[in-house]
C-alpha cells in the first residue's frame, strides 16, 4: 500500500489549481471523447460543476464567458468543443500587455504627487499679480507638508524653493526670496493631533461593542 500512494509532487502540475485535480481529470476525459458530440455533453457539464462552486456568479453572463475561457486554458487549448463563446487561443493567453505610463511628470519627486503639478501648472498660467503670489506660497507650502510626510522631520525652505523652481520650469521662483513657509514643528505638531483624532473617533465608534471569541 505504502508503494501506491501518490504524491502531488509525481502527479502531472495543474493548469488553474484553484478548481483541484478533479476538474483537471473531467477535462482530460472530455479531451479523450472521441466524438464532437460526446465531448460537447461532458464540457457542459464541467461548466456546470466549475459554476457551482460560485454559485452567486453561476448565472452571470460574463462569467458564464469566464468559465468557458478557463475550460480551454485548463485543456492546454486541446479541446475541441461547441463554445457559446468566441474561443481564446494560446497567443492571445501569451501575449504580454502593454507597459502602463506612470501618470506622474516628474518620476524624481513622486512624494509631491500630481496635484502639486497640476497646482503649479495653473499658477504658471496666471498673470503676475498678488493672487499669483499667494497660489505659489501656498503651494510652497503644501510642498512642504508632502515633503515631510514621506522624508525626514525638517526640510530647509530653500530646498522646496529649489524643488519649486524645478518643476515649474524655471517659471515660480522663490529661491533667494525673504519668503517664509510654514514652521516645521507646526507642520509637524498639526500631523500628530490630526493622528490622535483619528484614533480618538475610532475608539468613540466601538465604544459599547461587545466583542465575541471565535
Not at 494560446?90 to 506622474?104: C, F, G, K, T, V
Not at 516628474?106 to 498673470?127: C, H, L, Q, T
Amino acid at each position: 500500500m505504502v508503494e501506491n500512494i501518490e504524491y502531488n509532487s509525481e502527479r502531472p502540475k495543474l493548469i488553474i489549481p484553484e478548481y483541484g485535480r478533479h476538474i483537471q481529470k473531467m477535462v482530460d476525459f472530455a479531451i479523450s471523447k472521441e466524438t464532437k458530440e460526446e465531448r460537447n455533453k461532458v464540457a457542459n457539464s464541467i461548466i456546470s460543476v466549475m459554476g457551482n462552486m460560485n454559485p452567486h456568479l453561476r448565472d452571470v453572463p460574463d462569467f458564464q464567458h469566464k468559465l468557458w475561457d478557463q475550460l480551454f486554458i485548463i485543456s492546454n487549448f486541446k479541446l475541441d468543443v461547441d463554445s457559446p463563446f468566441p474561443i481564446p487561443s494560446e497567443e492571445e493567453l501569451l501575449e504580454r500587455p502593454e507597459s502602463l505610463e506612470y501618470p506622474q511628470n516628474f518620476p524624481k519627486y513622486r512624494f509631491y504627487g500630481n496635484n502639486i503639478k497640476r497646482m503649479i501648472d495653473v499658477a504658471n498660467s496666471w498673470e503676475e499679480s498678488d493672487k499669483k503670489e499667494a497660489l505659489v506660497i501656498t503651494i510652497a507650502n503644501h510642498m512642504k507638508k508632502c515633503f515631510l510626510n514621506w522624508n525626514k522631520d525638517t526640510v530647509e525652505d530653500d530646498v522646496i524653493f529649489n524643488h519649486l523652481f524645478e518643476l515649474s520650469e524655471g517659471k515660480l521662483n522663490l529661491k533667494g526670496s525673504d519668503e517664509k513657509l510654514l514652521d516645521t514643528m507646526t507642520i509637524l505638531k498639526n500631523k500628530k493631533s490630526y493622528g490622535n483624532k483619528k484614533v480618538h473617533k475610532n475608539h468613540k465608534n466601538n465604544k459599547g461593542r461587545t466583542w465575541k471569541k471565535y
